[in-house]
Structures are given as structure tokens and as C-alpha cells.
């Protein structure tokens, strides 16, 4: 069955962006230049991408003006506004719980929770991720989008793998049965 993986980078006080959603702090610590860490072998598991509106934009003006990064893998676009469909990319405003258990059913490979945190969030209080990747980036921010919201419930996990390189920790967990 596939797996649902929310992969993210986060500060090692906790946010994913400054507080006016930036991240241009997502680096190493130079050590290490070379190494490009997990994402790249990561993103050649994923065929379906799941991520919100604002991370969309962010993306396509911003990040990666010119080209799709995500170009052969299927992304769906969390938002309440009424877009037309692109290539590869559906905007859709459909129950969370619904879309898992329909691309669960379907044949493919990992679908990744891309971001950002209030769609992780979603994702996490409905307990629909399997696993947690979190890529601990070398830098205290000290403000900004917190990756975890407060919940009013707790979660156990497994510890699956670590990995380190140019100052960057990769936490991989799954949940804990």
C-alpha cells in the first residue's frame, strides 16, 4: 500500500519560514557543500505531491520561476479558489481524508505532504502521515511559521533512520504501532 510522507525542513528551534514566510535560511552549515543530503533519492520515491496554496506560490514565484520542480509526479493544490487544472496539477478543495484514501487505493508510489505547515497540520490531526521526515536545518530563527501546531492529542513514533550532512540532521520516523 502506499505510503503518506510528510518530508519538510524546519529550523532547529521549530519553523518552517520567518515570520513573513521566507526561506532563505534553508542551508547548511558549509561543512559539506558537496552533499546534498536525502531529498533528491526522496523525491525519486514520490509520484503524487500534496501542498498548499501559499507553498504553490511561493514555488512558482519565487523558488523556481522558469520551471515546475515537480514536473511527472502528480501535485494536488489545496486551495478554496477556483483555478484551472495545469498540467500534472489539480487545485482542489476536497476533504483530506477523502483524497488519502482514494490515492491509497490507486496504484502508485509515495505521495509526499510538501508543505506548508498548515497542510501538514491538516494532515497530522487527521493522522493521515505514515512517516515524518524532517530535515533539521543548523539555524535558530527565534520567530515564524511553527512547524507543529498545538494538538490536543499526542503522538508516538518510531525512530526509522538518521542521516547527517553539511550541518543539516534528517529525522525519519514512522508511526508507532
Known sequence: MRKVVAYIAMSLDGYVANVDGSVDWLAGDGSDETNVGSYVDFVETVDT??????????????????????????TYVLTSKSLEDKKDISFINEDLEKLINELKKSEGSTIWICGGASVINQFHKSKL?????????????GDGIKLFQKNDFSMSLELISTKSYNGIVDLNYRLRK
Open 129 to 141: 502521515i505514515d512517516e515524518y521526515t524532517i530535515s533539521v536545518i543548523p539555524t535558530l530563527l
Open 49 to 74: 505531491v500534496i501542498l498548499g496554496y501559499t507553498t504553490y506560490h511561493q514555488i512558482t514565484h519565487e523558488l523556481s520561476k522558469d520551471k515546475w520542480p515537480y514536473e511527472g509526479k502528480h
